[in-house]
């Protein structure tokens, strides 16, 4: 075997090594965050229900909104239905919690969430159109997922609640980044 047919073995073999290992590791709940929504860096998905103030990753809907995100770059493609990645976000609100969404932000039973407030417009100019409501009592099987870890995080805000049972698990930090 000459010596560029070995450096191609080698690579093959390297290349399958390490897409096993990915597979393994998501299979075993570790994911990688890169997105601007959470701390980047490692987080493991372990499987509980989810709580307020715990970030969860779920499958979104496989709907046009969705797709328009994925077009515009917001979210990539992924392991859920319609290619679209799984989401990292917080829990803000639970089944009986009062949300409100105005353009100061987002209150919770009264209390305003830092750093949520609604942007018009995304940052390439694009237009957003915030899901604003004057208030809402989260229903049964709804959960208001909000990040202020990025100002332009799509979130409940602009896609209003998620079903609980869109949740994989809750998402642990397990070594990250602001």
Same mark, same amino acid.
Not at 28 to 44: C, D, F, H, K
Not at 120 to 148: A, F, H, I, K
Not at 151 to 163: A, H, K, Q, T
């Given at each position: 075997?000459?010596?560029? @047919?070995?450096?191609?073995?080698?690579?093959?073999?390297?290349?399958?090594?390490?897409?096993?290992?990915?597979?393994?590791?998501?299979?075993?709940? =570790? @994911? =990688?965050?890169?997105?601007?929504?959470?701390?980047?860096?490692? =987080?493991?998905?372990? @499987?509980?229900?989810?709580? /307020?103030?715990?970030?969860?990753?779920?499958?979104?809907?496989?709907?046009?909104?969705?797709?328009?995100?994925?077009?515009?770059?917001?979210?990539?493609?992924?392991?859920?239905?319609?290619?679209?990645?799984?989401?990292?976000?917080?829990?803000?609100?639970?089944?009986?919690?009062?949300?409100?969404?105005?353009?100061?932000?987002?209150?919770?039973?009264?209390?305003?969430?830092?750093?949520?407030?609604?942007?018009?417009?995304?940052?390439?100019? =694009?237009?957003?159109?915030?899901?604003?409501?004057?208030?809402?009592?989260?229903?049964?099987? /709804?959960?208001?997922?909000?990040?202020?870890?990025?100002?332009?995080?799509?979130?409940?805000?602009?896609?209003?609640?998620?079903?609980?049972?869109?949740?994989?698990?809750?998402?642990?930090?397990?070594?990250?980044?602001?």
């Amino acid at each position: 075997m000459n010596r560029s @047919r070995k450096t191609a073995a080698v690579v093959v073999v390297l290349a399958a090594l390490g897409g096993a290992a990915t597979i393994g590791a998501e299979r075993a709940g =570790w @994911r =990688w965050n890169s997105t601007e929504s959470a701390p980047v860096g490692l =987080w493991q998905v372990v @499987r509980r229900a989810p709580a /307020d103030g715990a970030w969860v990753t779920f499958c979104p809907p496989n709907d046009a909104m969705f797709q328009e995100f994925k077009a515009r770059g917001y979210i990539r493609g992924g392991p859920c239905p319609g290619d679209l990645e799984r989401l990292l976000k917080p829990v803000v609100a639970m089944e009986g919690d009062v949300v409100t969404v105005g353009d100061d932000g987002v209150t919770v039973n009264g209390a305003l969430l830092p750093e949520t407030e609604l942007h018009t417009q995304d940052s390439r100019g =694009w237009p957003l159109v915030p899901r604003v409501v004057v208030q809402v009592v989260v229903e049964p099987g /709804d959960l208001w997922v909000v990040s202020n870890h990025s100002p332009l995080s799509v979130d409940s805000r602009y896609f209003g609640p998620i079903r609980a049972g869109s949740v994989e698990g809750t998402a642990v930090p397990v070594w990250v980044g602001r």
